[in-house]
Every structure is written in structure tokens, then in C-alpha cells.
């Protein structure tokens, strides 16, 4: 009789394991689906910088980086807004201009070269069309304001050659306001120059980011800005408390009041505190080794690779990502939230599930398992950006014609 029992319930057990491997299996096969038949908008994607330093031909599948075609097309990946990024320091060194052109046309040839594969689009009807057509679209934001160079018809250029957001700062402060990483706060917020910025942003339609800039630059953003702001690629601080990068409760509701729109980053460290401060850490003890024996250029890169290979430190999960799309809408509702990976820009850090732009469809599924709607879902995914970005186009008419 035990015999029989302990028969019973093993069978009963590798059933319900059965249903459940189906189940899940259903679920990704649900998830894939749906990758492909919706608009997927990634709002940070850092390609130009990574090829600008290792260049690789992406319209075939490439050994390094994380976004290539074939990987696009496997993930349902429609428009990617690649960074033309220019690095800190170019503000004062100058240069920042020619570098934000040199990438543009990078990308304008890498899209005339593979007509069949990626076409540059400067609105969301150009994006719908490409996606019917089955192209990846190339969306130009703009990540650092230094090119802009103090000069509002240098952001009239960048409109032209179809930069539609423009992140006003990056990891020091510069000419247009203050950011997040810098303890330095020049201008306790935005610059003169920057306010001045923001109302032409309004005037032309162009985006304006305030991913990276600090607290109190938000803050100004808001008080000046007559449309709403996206943060291309933020996180929720309440995950990582203390980390001025992400967006503190406050400044989500704030957001979402202006009609704005965060798109969820998703580096390891963006979405835990914890694996933050390990990854931290870890930095930390090599940059102490490096400075104490002189390590410099190469070798002192080798000697990171090498001690990182050697201590590894666990990464964030797909389930993560989740938690913080569940944390915004919690907070201000569905309709706020998006994505802005920051593939190709943060390295090793990537979360387990959500290696490169063939793993969306792994997010779309743990949604799926949380409850949320195909409706639901379609707006984290572009829905949300395509109102914001609607929603700019409509008050720079009303401004122009004012
Ligand atoms: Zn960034």
C-alpha cells in the first residue's frame, strides 16, 4: 500500500512538473510571438561608441558587443535609439561636435550600406513603416549635451541630422547643468545656457533626457519644460538607495505628473544595491593596486580583465528588471514605464536572461507571468515613448506657431 502510495505521488509530482514545463514553455513561445508582432523601442543603446572603438560589421552575427542584426531580429528589436555618446572630458578638451558627426555619418552608412537590414528614422511613422517592412530603425539620442557646444543652433543641426533626445549631461557637470556622478554641483542644477536649451528643445520637438543629470537638475528641467521628459536609461533608486543615477520615488511621481516616461536601464548595478556596492568594491581594489604600481594604458587594463575573471561577482536577473517596471507601476501606473537598456555601454553587467537584443523576449515573459497584458506590455515596450514623443511634436507646433 506505501508502495503504492509513494507510485501515486511521484506520478502526481512529474505531472504537475510536466504541466508547469509547459506551461512555461507556452509562455515563451507567447512571449517570442508577441517580441515580433509589437513595436519594440529600446531607448539607449550604445552601438556608435562601440563600434567608434571596435569596429564590427553588425549587419551580420558579431563575436563581441551586444546588439548585431541577427541578434535584433531574433529579439523583435524594431528601433534601437543608438547614443551618439561623447565622453566627459571632451568639454573642456572641445571636439565633442566633430565626434557626435563622426558618429552620425558612422551610422547614416552603416544604414545606406544594408538597405534591406536598417534604415535611419527621425519619427515614429517612419519607425511603424520600417517595422512593416521588417528594418531595424536607427533613432539617433544624443548622450552628453557637450556637443551642442553652448550654441542653440548646433541643436538645431542635430535635429536635422535626426537627433530627437538629447541627455543633457553625462558623468561630470558641463555647460548645460549638473550630473548625478559629480560631487562638484557647478550650477545647483541646470546653467543659464541650460535653461535656455530646454525652451528651444520645446520649440524644435526635440526630447529632452534627464537620465544622468543630478536631482536638482531634474528639478529645474521640470519647472521649465512645457512638454514632457523622458530618463532614456534610469532605474529605481528604491532598489538602490543613495545612488543619485536612478530616480527616487519622488521624482518618479514628479515624472509621471509632467506626462514623462522612465525607461527601465539595465545594468546589474542599476538594479541592486547590494550587487552595486560589490561591483564597487571590486573596482575599487583594483584601482588601488593599479595606482600603487604604476599600472598604466594596456597593462592596467589587462590586470582589471584579468583580476575580474578571477572574482567574479553575481549579476542582477531578468526577474529583476521586472521588479522595477512592478515598482513604477505601482507607484504611477502603466502607462510611465519603458526600456532603455544601455546594451553595449555597461559591460560586463548585464543581468542573467538579458545578455543582448535577442533576450527581450525573456522580459516579455516573466511580464506575461506576472499578469500583465499583451495592451499592457505593448506600452512598456513603445507605446509609452510613442505618446511622449507625440505628445513633444504636438506642443513644438503649438509653440512654433505661437
Ligand atoms: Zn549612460
Redesign the pocket.
Known amino acids: 500500500m506505501k508502495k503504492l502510495l509513494t507510485i501515486v505521488a511521484i506520478f502526481g509530482i512529474a505531472a504537475i512538473l510536466s504541466a508547469q514545463n509547459k506551461s512555461e514553455k507556452n509562455t515563451m513561445e507567447k512571449a517570442k510571438e508577441l517580441a515580433k508582432k509589437i513595436i519594440i523601442v529600446d531607448t ?1 543603446i ?1 552601438v556608435p561608441y562601440r563600434l567608434e572603438e571596435h569596429f564590427e560589421d553588425i549587419s551580420k552575427r558579431t563575436e563581441k558587443g551586444n546588439f548585431d542584426y541577427v541578434r535584433a531580429k531574433e529579439g523583435g528589436l524594431d528601433a534601437p535609439f543608438t ?1 551618439i ?1 561623447t565622453p566627459a572630458h571632451f568639454e573642456n578638451e572641445g571636439g565633442g561636435k566633430e565626434l557626435a558627426d563622426k558618429l552620425i555619418k558612422m551610422m547614416n552608412k552603416i544604414a545606406n550600406e544594408n538597405p534591406d537590414k536598417f534604415k535611419t528614422a527621425k519619427s515614429i511613422d517612419e519607425i511603424i513603416q520600417n517595422h512593416n517592412n521588417g528594418i531595424i530603425s536607427f533613432v539617433y539620442g544624443m ?1 552628453n549635451g557637450t556637443p551642442i557646444e553652448g550654441k542653440l543652433e548646433n541643436l538645431r543641426h542635430f535635429y536635422d541630422l535626426g537627433v530627437r533626445y538629447v ?1 543633457l549631461t ?1 558623468s561630470k557637470w558641463n555647460h548645460i547643468g549638473d550630473s548625478s556622478y559629480d560631487d562638484d554641483k557647478h550650477w545647483n542644477g541646470l546653467s543659464p545656457f541650460g535653461e535656455e536649451l530646454v525652451k528651444e528643445m520645446n520649440r524644435i520637438g526635440m526630447m529632452v533626457d534627464i ?2 543629470v543630478s536631482d536638482s537638475t531634474f528639478y529645474d528641467v521640470l519647472k521649465i519644460t512645457k512638454a514632457p521628459v523622458i530618463a ?2 534610469s532605474s529605481c533608486r528604491f532598489f538602490t538607495p543613495g545612488f543619485e543615477r536612478n530616480m527616487s520615488d519622488e521624482m518618479i511621481k514628479a515624472l509621471a505628473e509632467n506626462g514623462g516616461v522612465i525607461q527601465i ?1 539595465f545594468g546589474s548595478s542599476f538594479l541592486s544595491g547590494k550587487l552595486k556596492d560589490l561591483r564597487k568594491q571590486r573596482s575599487q581594489t583594483v584601482s588601488k593596486y593599479v595606482k600603487e604600481n604604476n599600472l598604466s594604458g594596456d597593462a592596467a587594463k589587462e590586470y582589471r580583465k584579468k583580476y575580474y575573471a578571477e572574482h567574479p561577482v553575481p549579476y542582477a536577473d531578468v526577474k529583476d528588471i521586472a521588479d522595477h517596471i512592478d515598482h513604477v507601476v505601482r507607484l504611477v501606473g502603466v502607462d510611465y514605464v519603458g526600456i532603455g537598456s ?1 546594451f553595449d ?1 555597461v559591460g560586463d553587467s548585464l543581468p542573467t536572461g538579458m545578455k543582448d537584443v535577442s533576450d527581450y523576449p525573456n522580459l516579455i515573459a516573466e511580464l506575461l507571468k506576472r499578469g500583465y497584458s499583451e495592451e499592457e506590455i505593448e506600452k512598456i515596450f513603445s507605446g509609452n515613448i510613442f505618446r511622449v514623443w507625440r505628445e513633444v511634436e504636438k506642443i513644438s507646433s503649438e509653440l512654433k506657431s505661437e
Open positions: 539607449h550604445d547614443a555618446y548622450e541627455t553625462h537620465s544622468h532614456s536609461h536601464t544601455d555601454g
